[in-house]
């Protein structure tokens, strides 16, 4: 899987100190505004077909579900929706009265059964009349997938971690109650359930790639050829800058694997676009770190270098039963890594095979070593870490066959005419955010963009981990499938 591209464009100038002029592909800005004007004449290449006015007309329309931390308009059109600390306040103390006891008391281990909720969602479905709740639509208040069990007997397919009560923050994202972290969602886990299904090819990649064009990427490059080094003081900066965003121009958002119109997309899309923030200085992170751009010196660039920065799972994340009927996901399950392209006069972009500078290389590393404190205070890579997961769980339910022996074809939740996950509008074209910091006597200018997933690495046997302790099948042997009552689909 790959998070995310950062190129850093180096051109002489004849000033006294070194201008960092961050472009970023993407018209989500810090503040949250809108700096698209123009008409979006992209094309969307994802698998939705039809016309998504951004509702959902089905049984799963609920109000707790909105496209969070994001809003894209008709145009294709991100900005970010900032979170009003006030309003989630309130929020998370009105759920504390209106759960039901038992769905908002924290559990170490709570389980649900795939089939059997499937079975019950199918039910509301069915009932015309009948809403999907909340309690369905938040997986019962999931923060994490730690395990998955297989019944042989009972034929149940299940899922297990920590949970809590869950209510919306002022952004539309589910979060827990006590701990802030986000819930999984049911749509999530549809999405990378039809990505690895019962029949069929699996999905090789998962991909949200944010590219400048190759047309504009030549025409940055003339734009600082005939700048000539005419930079002389500070004052000529929003010069230089209006003119390289110009130049660039609006950038290509391609998704591949699922559509583009749904959450799962969404939350990719917009964990890379913020990472990047951070990592270019427009964007504070939520615990102590620095920049790339605060730590990058002279010395360390070099003419027309991209540098790469893209998330990738551990794939060393599963260690697995000797008997096959339990898995447990391991490890934090993210890093954050760089490499070295070169990009030439006609926009063409090379790898160079190098490792990259050391300021990229020392920003990746930091990230890596602080992602779970990161994930904690910014729900935002919580539901990266979790669509990471889902998708893994997804590959290994499908290469174990488990649909196979548990006699199950996902029902409704392979189901797009019935269960809806293709409801917001597709992100097609962003322009260029820009952040300029002087430094220096260079021009430095950054360029982001890309997601990749690729969950079946993490089957591979070089990856796979040998459960020593036989800890995930002594968590499966303590649950008892056969003592649920009819119609529950979830126990702690």
Do not use: C
């Amino acid at each position: 899987m790959r998070f995310g591209r950062t190129s850093n464009w180096i051109s002489h100038f004849n000033g006294l100190v070194m201008v960092v002029v961050v472009l970023l592909s993407s018209a989500m800005v810090a503040n949250g505004q809108n700096t698209n004007t123009g008409t979006n004449t992209g094309t969307n290449t994802g698998t939705n077909t039809g016309t998504n006015t951004g509702t959902n007309n089905n049984n799963n329309n609920n109000s707790l579900f909105q496209p969070a931390g994001v809003e894209i308009d008709a145009q294709g059109v991100l900005r970010i929706r900032q979170n009003d600390p006030r309003v989630t306040i309130a929020q998370m103390r009105a759920a504390r009265q209106t759960l039901p006891p038992k769905l908002s008391r924290p559990s170490k281990m709570r389980m649900v059964s795939l089939n059997r909720l499937e079975e019950s969602l199918a039910k509301k479905l069915n009932d015309k009349k009948a809403a999907v709740d909340d309690e369905m639509l938040a997986l019962a208040g999931l923060t994490r997938i730690e395990y998955v069990f297989y019944f042989p007997e009972s034929r149940d397919i299940v899922i297990a971690g920590p949970a809590e009560g869950f209510a919306r923050d002022s952004t539309g994202r589910t979060i827990g109650i006590d701990t802030g972290k986000p819930t999984l969602q049911l749509e999530d886990l549809a999405v990378a359930l039809r990505a690895y299904p019962p029949m069929g090819d699996s999905t090789n990649t998962i991909g949200v790639s944010i590219d400048p064009t190759k047309e504009g990427l030549a025409r940055m490059q003339r734009v600082l050829s005939a700048m000539g080094g005419q930079y002389n003081s500070p004052a000529d900066i929003p010069g230089i800058v209006n003119g390289l965003r110009q130049s660039l121009g609006l950038h290509t958002v391609t998704i591949r694997g699922v559509a583009p119109t749904t959450h799962f997309a969404h939350v990719l899309t917009e964990a890379d676009y913020r990472m990047k923030l951070i990592g270019i200085g427009l964007e504070p992170p939520t615990v102590p770190m620095l920049s790339y751009a605060a730590r990058l010196t002279a010395n360390q660039t070099s003419n027309n270098a991209m540098i790469r920065w893209y998330f990738v799972p551990d794939y060393q994340a599963i260690a697995e039963s000797e008997n096959g009927l339990a898995m447990h996901m391991v490890g934090q399950g993210v890093k954050l890594i760089g490499e070295d392209e070169m990009v030439a006069t006609d926009g063409t972009r090379k790898s160079t095979g190098r490792a990259t500078n050391p300021a990229s290389r020392d920003f990746t590393t930091e990230f890596t070593k602080k992602f779970n404190q990161i994930a904690q205070t910014n729900p935002i890579y919580g539901q990266l870490r979790n669509l990471v997961d889902m998708a893994i769980v997804a590959a290994y339910i499908q290469d174990r066959h488990f649909y196979d022996q548990a006699n199950w074809d996902l029902g409704v939740l392979g189901d797009e005419s019935q269960f809806r996950t293709q409801r917001f509008a597709a992100p097609q074209q962003v322009e260029t955010a820009v952040s300029a910091v002087t430094k220096g006597r260079r021009l430095i200018t950054p360029i982001g963009g890309g997601v990749l997933i690729q969950a079946r690495q993490a089957l591979s046997s070089e990856n796979m981990l040998t459960d020593e302790q036989n800890l995930a099948n002594q968590q499966r042997s303590a649950i008892r499938v056969e003592h649920l009552a009819e119609g529950q689909w979830w126990w702690d």
